[in-house]
């Protein structure tokens, strides 16, 4: 009678557990390379930068003193005679009107303020004010166009270094990548050459080759490979895991003997520890006896000859 236990091959399966536990890692393997990577196909655009700030402020100066002057002047046209001129003045100025935003109470004042002068007959008043706030909007004309040439430089220069930086976080992840690749690779390996399960050293080759590839995806960024690099390392990479870890699962009768002799010298060694223990503790037992029983002596025969010595002294005392 044959009384070895008998394993069916349903039982090297893998189970139900072993299935969700394998795509579960998958998933989240692959999810945390497409995060590191996520980030390098392309720059962020640069936030606001200060002159564009300004250049804001500017032109909203702009656009609040000609929707002043527009009003001021479609009220002044309401003194004009009744004609095709009014009407057309008036037109124009209804269109201007739709197209600029509602001017600040401000401008608003000191516009109708050179309208109403010049129609009270203030003439030269008036010119002077006209001649303040056309200064006024030159200066701010040129101002806006200094400020829009200095906003093409700080743009240009904000993507540059937003460039640098994605770069820099680029090249980090694809070493983080290619290093995580590679240990696993090699555990890989050890794995296989233990466990004789020649698929999971196939498995630690194209995770060898994939961890290779993300160190020269590292040296490739900014160019126009790196995607394809990167893309080849997320497919290659994630493929070679899944088949390492998947022919693990299925060499499960394998690894678990292996598991079990392995056990078993450990069992082996720690009985051999406990022996070599119990006899180091005997033997310092039997010392410390030796030891004790020794200095006894010698404290006895100490004692013995000083009061040898001392009765000798007394002796040579007495008269």
């Known amino acids: 009678m044959n009384n070895h236990p008998h394993h069916s091959t349903h039982n090297s399966q893998p189970t139900k557990l072993e299935w969700a536990v394998f795509?579960?890692?998958?998933?989240?393997?692959?999810?945390?390379?497409?995060?590191?990577?996520?980030?390098?196909?392309s720059t962020a655009l640069p936030g606001e930068t200060r002159a564009e700030a300004q250049l804001d402020t500017?032109?909203?100066?702009?656009?609040?003193?000609?929707?002043?002057?527009?009003?001021?002047?479609?009220?002044a046209n309401t003194a004009n005679p009744p004609g095709a001129p009014k009407t057309a003045v008036a037109g124009e100025l209804r269109v201007a009107n739709a197209n600029l935003p509602a001017p600040q109470p401000g401008d608003a004042k000191e516009a109708l303020a050179r309208v109403n002068a010049a129609l009270t007959g203030q003439l030269a008043d008036a010119q002077t004010a006209w001649n303040a706030a056309v200064a006024r909007g030159n200066a701010l004309d040129a101002q806006v166009g200094f400020l829009q040439k200095q906003v093409v430089?700080?743009?240009?220069?904000?993507?540059?270094?937003?460039?640098?930086?994605?770069?820099?976080?680029?090249?980090?992840?694809?070493?983080?990548?290619?290093?995580?690749?590679?240990v696993l690779a090699a555990l890989s390996l050890a794995a296989g050459l233990y466990f004789t399960l020649p698929k999971l050293e196939y498995g630690a080759a194209g995770l060898g080759v994939g961890g290779a590839a993300a160190f020269f995806a590292a040296t490739q960024v900014g160019t126009a490979h790196f995607?394809?690099?990167?893309?080849?390392?997320?497919?290659?990479?994630?493929?070679?895991?899944?088949?390492?870890?998947?022919?693990?699962?299925?060499?499960?009768?394998?690894?678990?003997?292996?598991?079990?002799?392995?056990?078993?010298?450990?069992?082996?060694v720690r009985d051999l520890?406990?022996?070599?223990?119990?006899?180091?503790?005997?033997g310092a037992k039997k010392l410390w006896q030796w030891l004790g029983v020794e200095l006894d002596a010698a404290?006895?025969?100490?004692?013995?000859?000083?009061?040898n010595l001392e009765g000798m002294f007394n002796k040579?005392?007495?008269?």
């Open 153 to 182: 430089a700080e743009r240009a220069a904000a993507a540059a270094n937003a460039q640098k930086a994605t770069d820099r976080l680029c090249v980090i992840a694809a070493l983080l990548v290619g290093g995580t690749l590679s």
């Open 227 to 268: 995607n394809l690099l990167a893309m080849a390392v997320l497919v290659g990479g994630m493929g070679a895991l899944g088949y390492t870890v998947w022919n693990s699962f299925t060499g499960g009768g394998t690894l678990k003997t292996k598991a079990a002799a392995f056990d078993s010298a450990m069992a082996a």
């Open 299 to 307: 404290h006895k025969a100490l004692v013995s000859d000083w009061q």
């Open 273 to 282: 520890a406990g022996e070599v223990a119990a006899d180091t503790e005997a």
């Open 23 to 41: 795509g579960l890692s998958a998933v989240v393997a692959l999810v945390i390379v497409a995060l590191l990577f996520s980030g390098c196909a």
């Open 58 to 75: 500017a032109q909203t100066r702009q656009l609040s003193a000609a929707s002043a002057s527009v009003q001021a002047a479609d009220q």
């Open 316 to 319: 040579k005392q007495v008269p």
